[in-house]
Each structure stands twice: as C-alpha cells, then as structure tokens.
C-alpha cells in the first residue's frame, strides 16, 4: 500500500499532492456535512486536472469552505514545512503562493466567488486572491489532517473513491 511521505513533491506535482488537494475537498466537505460522491484520479484525454471530485452543492457557506479546502491542505502542509520542489528541497513562499493560488486553485476560486474573474492577462485581481488565501487559513484550523491524509492514501491506492469508501474512511474520524 503506498502512503503520504513526510514530505511532498508539490512542484511537478506529485500523485500525493494531487491526491492531499482532493482529499481536502472532500474533508471539507465532511467537516460542513455534505458526503462527496467520489474522488478520482483523470485519465481521459481533454480533461482540465489530473483528478476530480463531485460534491452536493450545498448552502452558499458550505460551498465556499469546500471550496477553499485544498488550498487549506496545502497551507498546512506549507507551513509544516512538508512541501518540496521537484529536486527535493524546500519550496519559497512566492513559489507556493504561485503554485497553489495561481494553479491549483484555479478552478477552486471560481466556485468560491461564483464567477471567473480571470483578466486578460490571465491573473486573478490579487484583492480576490488575498480573500482566497485567507479564507483557506481560517479553514485549515478546522480540518482534521489525518482524516485528510487518509482519504489521499485511499485515492492514491484506489484511483477513485467513491461515498460509501469515504464515509467508512471518515467513520472514525468524525464520531
């Protein structure tokens, strides 16, 4: 069975990271009480990421916590000092902010405000950025890390995860 390692290729990125930023949506998800559908490795050609998730829509709060929760993983794996670049060595804060706002959150952000607010030049206004990002260190207080860790072990393993896996992984989590 493979596992999270200690510490997390968030640059190229790795099946685990990708894998902890799904697995975040899904905690959150729990944490609010909504039950994810699946989590899911991609291996369709077209498709927009390396993986997916499908979760009820929820009340307007609970979308924006599940929304900004993958960004709240990677913060607390960040300020942990958990996450690396492709060569192994620590990642600088501009590189994270980069990496999990400017990509990884791309799609996030637009469930989190509802719209697309991408300019022309391809960036987000940095106000929308700076209420994302805070937004998901509020949340990373709230989320249970080991429950996260385990549903990437299980997406890691399984490739998809679907609701009945997830809510007998959270079962002990959340009691």
């Known amino acids: 069975m493979r596992r999270i390692p200690h510490l997390i290729d968030f640059e190229t990125p790795s099946d685990e990271a990708i894998c902890l930023h799904e697995a975040g949506h899904a905690c ?14 991609v291996d369709d050609e077209g498709s927009e990421g390396r993986a997916r998730n499908r979760m009820p829509v929820g009340d307007p709060e609970q979308r924006c916590v599940v929304a900004c929760a993958a960004y ?6 960040y300020m942990a ?10 990642i600088a804060e501009k590189t ?18 509802g719209e697309d607010r991408e300019g022309p030049d391809k960036k987000w206004p940095a106000d929308d950025d700076r209420a994302f990002m805070v937004a998901g260190q509020q949340i990373a207080r709230r ?19 679907e609701r009945a896996r997830i809510l007998e992984i959270a079962a002990p989590f959340l009691k």
């Open 143 to 161: 989320l249970p890390m080991d429950l996260v860790v385990a549903l990437a072990e299980a997406m890691l393993n399984e490739r998809r995860v």
């Open 72 to 77: 709240a993983v990677e913060y607390n794996l």
């Open 96 to 113: 994270f902010i980069h990496l999990a706002i400017g990509n990884n959150a791309a799609l996030d952000k637009v469930k989190f405000f």
């Open 28 to 41: 959150a998800a729990l944490v609010v009480g909504l039950v994810p559908e699946f989590i899911e490795f």
């Open 81 to 90: 000092g958990r996450l690396t670049n492709a060569a192994g060595g620590a």
